[in-house]
């Protein structure tokens, strides 16, 4: 804009963790316009970091006429229901809440005390690495949580699959347009779901600009698999794991697998390479040929029955990922969230074992894929004397029955039992609310 004062750096700040750059154009103080980043030249590693729409309507989020921009207090004899609130300074703000979060503590405890996961701003400074947890361990601590909304069941099969207390990532999209013969996009749509300059469109892009055969399996028909795919593999929702199934018994009965890496590195494929004391026919090669617990032989007609794929298809699809050397196969976060969607993410990650593809440059462990990650300073947490903790989806459970809450019967983790319920204090929710804005 011809006219405008001057050009300002700022970020994307919405709940997304690209953090686009954004050159923002300010006249008489005002934002006038929103433009991307202009340093790059769109070169694989030094690309112009695009903001999305989403970025780039930060000018609309700002001007908000609904946006809350001072703290708020409930009426005086208003009910929850009744959205009566009035404007109170930051001042008292913040001695309400140091009053009553001291009132909590001396009352309470500090298991009383509770930060919800999710602020709507992720990978946020003061939401994830100080602020709240920071401030509440050094008053004495407070109930933690495990999980996450997004990825809880592929990090709960990380830890027996790989040993790692969150997903493991497989390589990068940039590794794979150099060194990778296939990709397979297994239930991940970057084209929709990471859609930003700092996310994926761009480099899955170009990979498919570059002549890098693409695969994608999903449900759906999406704009990954509009805009990207070789083949779309369609499946059931949910039936990842038959689909993998029946590709692995293509591949052992065609010698297709990798066993010398599976003898190598991995645990529970075949009967030689069990722990000891496990029961006979209970390797993953035994539940294959039918000789497990069910005595079904998963076949890739058994598979074809359950996904909706036709068995031909099946074939193909499992000689092609046996054959492509190295192949990354990269899941999404999609194919996890289902009943049972631990299963699905611990396939996933089996079929890059089988076929080798673990540790390989253009190869990978069935992850989500890698990615580039500046390095930054984060505010030490400090620790938390508090070694009790819950699952993030349970916190309203803590607010109604915190002292019923077992280990057994809602994993409640540090201790068999939460002994106080989270107490939610008058007047404390608006003031965070009002914060996180």
Same mark, same amino acid.
């Given at each position: 804009?011809?006219?405008?004062?001057?050009?300002?750096?700022?970020?994307?700040?919405?709940?997304?963790?690209?953090?686009?750059?954004?050159?923002?154009?300010?006249?008489?103080?005002?934002?006038?316009?929103?433009?991307?980043?202009?340093?790059?030249?769109?070169?694989?590693?030094?690309?112009?970091? #695009?903001?999305? !729409?989403?970025?780039?309507?930060?000018?609309? %989020?700002?001007?908000?006429?609904?946006?809350?921009?001072?703290?708020?207090?409930?009426?005086?004899?208003?009910?929850? &229901?009744?959205?009566?609130?009035?404007?109170?300074?930051?001042?008292?703000?913040?001695?309400?809440?140091?009053?009553?979060?001291?009132?909590?503590?001396?009352?309470?405890?500090?298991?009383?005390?509770?930060?919800?996961?999710? +602020?709507?701003?992720?990978?946020?400074?003061?939401?994830?690495?100080?602020?709240?947890?920071?401030?509440?361990?050094?008053?004495?601590?407070?109930?933690?949580?495990?999980?996450?909304?997004?990825?809880?069941?592929? &990090? $709960?099969?990380? %830890?027996?699959?790989?040993?790692?207390?969150?997903? $493991?990532?497989?390589? +990068?999209?940039?590794?794979?347009?150099?060194?990778? #013969?296939?990709?397979?996009?297994?239930?991940?749509?970057?084209?929709?779901?990471?859609?930003?300059?700092?996310?994926?469109? =761009? &480099?899955?892009? $170009?990979?498919?600009?570059?002549?890098?055969?693409?695969?994608?399996?999903?449900?759906?028909? +999406?704009? +990954?698999?509009?805009?990207?795919?070789?083949?779309?593999?369609?499946?059931?929702?949910?039936?990842?794991?038959?689909?993998?199934?029946?590709?692995?018994?293509?591949?052992?009965?065609?010698?297709?697998?990798?066993? /010398? =890496?599976?003898?190598?590195?991995? !645990?529970?494929?075949?009967?030689?390479?069990?722990?000891?004391? /496990?029961?006979?026919?209970?390797?993953?090669?035994?539940?294959?040929?039918?000789?497990?617990?069910?005595?079904?032989?998963?076949?890739?007609?058994? /598979?074809?029955?359950?996904?909706? !794929?036709?068995?031909?298809?099946?074939? #193909?699809?499992? %000689?092609?990922?046996?054959?492509?050397?190295?192949?990354?196969? &990269?899941?999404?976060?999609?194919?996890?969230?289902?009943?049972?969607?631990?299963? $699905?993410?611990?396939?996933?990650?089996?079929?890059?074992?089988?076929?080798?593809? !673990?540790?390989?440059?253009?190869?990978?462990?069935?992850? %989500?894929d890698g990615y580039y990650w500046p390095v930054t300073q984060w505010l030490d947490n400090g620790e938390n004397p508090v070694e009790t903790s819950i699952s993030c989806y349970k916190w309203t459970d803590a607010i109604d029955r915190g002292p019923e809450m077992t280990a057994l019967a809602d994993g409640v983790r540090g201790r068999g039992r939460v002994p106080l319920q989270v107490r939610v204090t008058p007047g404390i929710r608006a003031i965070l609310a009002a914060s996180a804005s």
């Open positions: 804009m011809a006219d405008a004062d001057k050009t300002v750096w700022s970020a994307c700040v919405i709940n997304c963790g690209s953090r686009c750059p954004l050159r923002l154009q300010v006249k008489d103080g005002t934002i006038v316009r929103v433009l991307p980043d202009n340093t790059g030249d769109d070169t694989l590693l030094n690309r112009n970091i #695009k903001a999305c !729409v989403r970025g780039r309507n930060m000018r609309q %989020r700002v001007y908000n006429p609904d946006r809350i921009k001072k703290p708020l207090k409930r009426v005086d004899g208003a009910k929850r &229901t009744e959205g009566r609130f009035e404007e109170i300074s930051w001042d008292e703000a913040l001695d309400l809440l140091a009053e009553k979060l001291k009132y909590t503590y001396d009352t309470y405890g500090p298991e009383a005390i509770y930060k919800n996961y999710g +602020s709507g701003v992720w990978n946020a400074h003061i939401a994830y690495s100080g602020g709240w947890h920071r401030l509440f361990n050094i008053l004495g601590g407070h109930l933690g949580y495990y999980g996450n909304y997004s990825y809880l069941q592929i &990090t $709960q099969c990380t %830890r027996y699959f790989y040993g790692a207390d969150d997903e $493991q990532p497989s390589n +990068s999209i940039e590794d794979a347009i150099e060194n990778s #013969k296939l990709l397979v996009l297994w239930g991940n749509n970057p084209q929709e779901t990471r859609m930003s300059g700092g996310g994926v469109t =761009f &480099t899955t892009a $170009q990979a498919k600009k570059n002549g890098l055969k693409i695969i994608v399996v999903d449900p759906r028909y +999406s704009d +990954s698999a509009s805009v990207l795919a070789d083949e779309w593999i369609a499946l059931r929702p949910g039936t990842d794991t038959a689909l993998i199934a029946g590709m692995i018994h293509v591949m052992m009965s065609e010698g297709l697998h990798d066993q /010398a =890496f599976l003898d190598k590195y991995c !645990v529970g494929f075949d009967e030689e390479h069990m722990p000891a004391g /496990a029961p006979a026919n209970s390797s993953y090669r035994a539940y294959i040929e039918g000789k497990g617990y069910d005595k079904i032989e998963k076949t890739p007609e058994w /598979a074809a029955d359950i996904t909706g !794929v036709p068995a031909d298809t099946i074939r #193909k699809f499992a %000689r092609e990922v046996a054959l492509a050397k190295p192949a990354n196969i &990269t899941q999404g976060w999609g194919p996890q969230r289902h009943a049972h969607g631990e299963n $699905q993410a611990n396939a996933i990650y089996l079929l890059a074992c089988v076929t080798g593809n !673990v540790g390989l440059p253009g190869g990978g462990t069935g992850g %989500r």
